[in-house]
DNA sequence: ATATTTGCAAAGCGTTTGCACGGTT
DNA sequence: AACCGTGCAAACGCTTTGCAAATAT
């Protein structure tokens, strides 16, 4: 069957190959933010028939089209999730890797007012919270450690902010 | 005469080589916000006897010795600034690449509400913001640009938001 | 039929590293 | 003197690309 982003293809009149169909498909059924060798691996599963380079340029591709966006967790790779609804941020944990979801219309126009003040329009703005779980038994800090370097690419849990 | 970043270096009993001290007196005398490939231009014309892997291993030391902070604003190369007193923020032009710089208390406290309200303590957190200049006249859209394409690394203006 | 897309392997880019040499303490 | 820092060039990890073969429209 059609897979979500498969329609959003056909839509805007790409050429639908087999590999685009594959990669299409495990991006409408990714809750995560796979990087490419993330994607790589799971549409190999579905389909031998596809080359790394085919999963970067699709990527590419999707990206151009406005129907992916790409983020940088850190750790050099970029990482992928359909374009959604609404604008939302990213949490990570920095224990596990995990990315944890979250809106926040309050920050949104603060951003727009600092950016006024500046005398600018926000284009676009990034990001990202490093976090760690409350009210557990810490573990010795590392402060040496680059928080960034161990997110993982799979795993994500989605939560709201208010 | 002994550069800011230099004492730094020699209180936590850093050798002091000539390479060093060239690098910390560049980074001393730097507004902005290089990249290493700037930070070897620069260096390089203080003095002809420094490979750009020194360059690298160098702000790499001084990032592990907190006298460096890395940054990250898109285009693939890491830019390098001094660590500064209070944490702050960074506005892109997307325009002209500029960086201003920008503190507000208000956003780090709206930040640990939203972690906590997910259960976290925020351990650091990005911000950026890319914005283009208000009431000029504004070129025709271009929508396929990624805007961090184009940042570069000099120049910065300092601006405070409240 | 024709323009696009693919796979492969090679190249590209920023960054790191092994090694022998050279400088700092 | 012992150790650490340096230069060079090679290696790295992620991503892009040239080319000829395969495929969608």
Known sequence: MESRIERLCIERGLKMTGQRRVVARVLSDAGDHPDVEELYRRASALDQHISIATVYRTVRLFEEQGILERRD???????????????????????????????????????????????????SLRLELFGRRRGQPQPIRDDNARHEAQTDSRDTIKGASR
Do not use: S
């Open 73 to 123: 967790f850190g750790g050099g790779r970029a990482r992928y999730e359909p374009t959604e609804d609404g604008p939302h941020y990213h949490l990570i944990d920095v224990e596990t890797g995990k990315v944890i979801e979250f809106q926040d219309p309050e920050h949104e126009q603060l951003m727009r007012a600092i950016a006024a003040r500046l005398g600018f329009d926000v284009v």
